[in-house]
């Protein structure tokens, strides 16, 4: 994308800049313009400002004194450029999202075996009929092992579990609030009891603020021999480019025994419209002994 300026007075000319950003960035890329004419000078755009739907650009001159004047547009005031139309409401481009996620949690860090690694491929897929916003759908695996507190005092053997699932959940209501259920079905093996099988997990989460913006999310699910999670997270979107999470919940996975404390959150960085690069972190507590860390992370792909 070329951007031209002219001026009347090009002898007081020492430099005329572009500078450029992705709408709500904080940070300005700066060229400076080459004179093409007698009275003009143009510039041509970095591809790290055209990966949106839109760029914000103005064009500002220095004289031979220093002093510094808008030409086209200001920092305050910028033009805004549409690069591609992004998609309209009946529009299926823009619809789905792709989160493919890993997550090792660790509720000791010490000696103590309590813990357990997740993986999920999470698709979701807006819809927007009548009331319905979006479907998602999924599978997951978890691989954990752990035992209660009170068998960790008594040296009891450690539980060794092992859960694979499928997850469907529909999502109900507008942009601002919305009421998600839907239900998780897996199979689980234990090798401590040597027992395997199914389980029916159901899962809720009530939305509010945008779906893709500054939000608000709380959520449970809960499986019989596996454990219950519950959680409240905020998702920022101050920053365009950088997705923002923090989030506290309880969790008595890998073994359904006693709950603890989860506080982190994730910190992304999108390189264009299309992916996205997420890092996760927390620390999680049975107990002011039982403390541990996790870190994970996921790929988010929209289209």
Avoid at 269 to 298: C, E, K
Wanted: proline content about 4%; aromatic content about 10%.
């Amino acid at each position: 994308m070329v951007i031209v300026a002219t001026i009347d007075e090009p002898e007081q000319v020492r430099q005329i800049r572009v500078l450029a950003q992705i709408p709500g960035d904080v940070q300005w890329e700066t060229v400076v313009m080459e004179r093409t004419g007698d009275f003009a000078w143009s510039a041509s755009l970095p591809d790290e400002v055209l990966t949106g739907w839109t760029v914000a650009w103005f064009v500002e001159w220095v004289n031979l004194d220093g002093d510094i004047a808008p030409i086209r547009g200001s920092g305050t005031a910028p033009r805004a450029t549409v690069i591609r139309e992004s998609p309209a409401p009946g529009d299926p481009a823009g619809r789905s999202s792709l989160v493919l996620s890993t997550e090792w949690v660790d509720f000791a860090s010490d000696s103590l075996v309590d813990h357990y690694f997740v993986s999920e491929a999470m698709l979701r897929y807006r819809v927007e009929r009548r009331n319905l916003l979006f479907v998602r759908t999924g599978v997951g695996f978890l691989d954990g092992r752990g035992t209660s507190l009170h068998g960790y005092a008594t040296d009891a053997s450690v539980e060794h579990q092992q859960a694979a699932y499928g997850v469907l959940e529909l999502e109900v209501g507008g942009d601002l609030v919305g009421l998600g259920g839907g239900v998780a079905l897996g199979r689980l093996a234990n090798d401590e009891s040597s027992y395997f099988g199914q389980f029916v997990s159901p899962r809720l989460r009530l939305r509010i603020g945008g779906t893709d913006d500054t939000n608000l999310e709380l959520g449970t699910s809960w499986a019989e021999d596996v454990g219950y999670e519950g959680w409240a997270r905020v998702a920022i979107a101050a920053l365009p480019r950088v997705p923002i999470t923090a989030e506290i919940g309880v969790s008595s996975l890998p073994v359904g025994e006693d709950v603890g404390v989860r506080l982190g959150g994730s910190v992304g960085y999108r390189f264009n419209p299309r992916f996205t690069l997420i890092a996760r972190f927390s620390m999680n507590a049975r107990t002011i002994y039982h403390v541990g860390v996790s870190g994970g992370a996921a790929i988010r792909l929209d289209w």
